[in-house]
């Protein structure tokens, strides 16, 4: 032992850190409503509502089903899992084209699934999406 007290500074930035990792943590928990998935795609199809809802040169996120949709062109659309591939947090927010997650800071572009900022460096999972009678539909055929 140094014989050293330890600063009360010193001791205050650790319990500042603890609880802000803390947070860290509970932002992405497993136990929020929309936490990590074991399965970042869906396994049946999801009825993501009217197609016009998707904006023509930009994206919507459908955060509860875990899918952002892109659209190129008008009555083309592109989907992919919305959960971070660097630790499974589902995004937040979409920004023009580009995916943002909440945990770490990861950037995604919605358009081809890439990542453009890290630390996740694996692209997004593409998701099939169809429209069908009149609503978009995402996930595999029944």
């Known amino acids: 032992m140094s014989g050293q007290p330890t600063a009360r500074r010193t001791v205050l930035k650790g319990a500042a850190l603890a609880g802000t990792a803390g947070l860290g943590a509970a932002a992405c928990s497993t136990e929020s409503k929309v936490g990590h998935a074991a399965v ?21 996120l459908y955060r509860e089903q875990r899918l952002v949709v892109s659209c190129p062109a008008q009555g083309s659309y592109k989907a992919y899992s919305a959960q971070c ?6 995004f937040d927010k ?15 572009d919605v358009t081809t699934g890439q990542a453009v900022q ?25």
Not at 40 to 60: N, S
Not at 85 to 90: I, R
Not at 126 to 136: A, M, Y
């Open 94 to 108: 979409v920004e023009g084209t580009e995916g943002h997650c909440p945990c770490h800071g990861s950037r995604f």
């Open 118 to 142: 890290g630390p996740a460096t694996a692209a997004l999972p593409e998701v099939p999406i169809r429209v069908k009678g009149g609503k978009l539909v995402a996930g595999p055929e029944k």
């Open 40 to 60: 970042p795609t869906p396994t049946a199809p999801v009825d993501l509502g009217d197609p016009e809802d998707v904006p023509v040169g930009g994206a919507r």
């Open 85 to 90: 591939t660097h630790a499974g947090c589902v």
